[in-house]
């Protein structure tokens, strides 16, 4: 096991659309261990999710987990957290349009926060580790996190999505962000980061 370095914005790997992942690759011993390697440098970075061209793998391959009530992201609300669990060859359906305003950070873009607005309901139609045929469907929080780390299977970043404005801040330094702009209890828009 290893921990890999993490390609940051500008590095053409995480522009390009991933490829699939066939059977045979998902029971290979290569994949296994790439799988570890970025479970390791998730909690490593202190991340919730990462997708396989953050690792320089444009790969059909990303992990999502985190704990409810963790203290990185109180603004998960109501959430019941993610255990631990891998998504290959993942598809998105939106079930509710309807869209909801989050912070969200980046591994690949670090020292940022940018506000993005996403579908609040959607369903997840991927293989697991072991290939089987899996759906889920996740709200809130769990809604963006998922589209947040499906979109780097597409070679897309969250910057692409802020939608800025007059008389708006859509992206900030962390630093800024934490003094200027970090939402209010009563605010309806949340934080995270990958
Ligand atoms: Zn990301």
Redo the contacts with the bound molecule.
Sequence with gaps: MAIRKIARMGHPVLRQVARDLTFQEIKSPEIKRLIQDMIETMEDAGGIGLAAP?IHESIQLAIIGYEEDNERYPDSGDDEGQPLSVFINPKITVLDPTEQGFWEG???VPELRGLVYRPKKIQVDYLDINGKPKSLVAENFLATVFQ?ELD?LAGIL?VDRIKSGPGTTPISFTEEYQKYLAPQPDDDIGELE?
């Design positions: 953050q980046c591994l690949s947040h780097h969250y990958d």
